[in-house]
């Protein structure tokens, strides 16, 4: 196993979470989520210089980080609303050169964690 995800669970609307992932050697890493009855789509993506790239829907409420000391990644999710309700998934790839503008495309990454369940429910 090359990334291992923990950190999901179950928080009321405007709540928080950290999600993490452990795994190392890659060129760029993402979060993305798997809402139920909807398509998975990328969340945030950093690489290893730090760059990051987040969708629309949770730009100033969700910050992806990494200790590189750790060999670990996180998401951390505030102001949590029941649309954020998912199973997330941590991606990595090591490819050499990328395109940062599709670094929240699924087709990007060749690794991917086990998904953890985050549900946001009054």
């Known amino acids: 196993v090359r990334l291992v995800t923990s950190g999901g669970g179950s928080v009321q609307p405007g709540g928080s979470l950290r999600l993490s992932c452990v795994g190392s050697?890659?060129?760029?890493m993402a979060w993305f989520r798997h809402p139920p009855g909807k398509e998975r789509e990328g969340v945030a993506a950093?690489?290893?210089?730090?760059?990051?790239s987040y969708t629309a829907s949770v730009k100033g409420r969700f910050t992806i980080s990494q200790d590189n000391a750790a060999n670990t990644m996180f998401l951390t999710m505030t102001g949590l609303k029941p649309d954020d309700t998912a199973v997330y998934y941590c991606?990595?790839?090591?490819?050499?050169?990328?395109?940062?503008?599709?670094?929240?495309?699924?087709?990007?990454?060749?690794?991917w964690g086990q998904g953890t369940q985050v549900t946001v429910s009054s």
């Open positions: 991606a990595g790839d090591r490819a050499r050169s990328f395109d940062f503008a599709y670094l929240l495309h699924s087709e990007m990454y060749t690794d």
């Open positions: 050697g890659y060129t760029y």
């Open positions: 950093i690489t290893s210089s730090g760059r990051k």
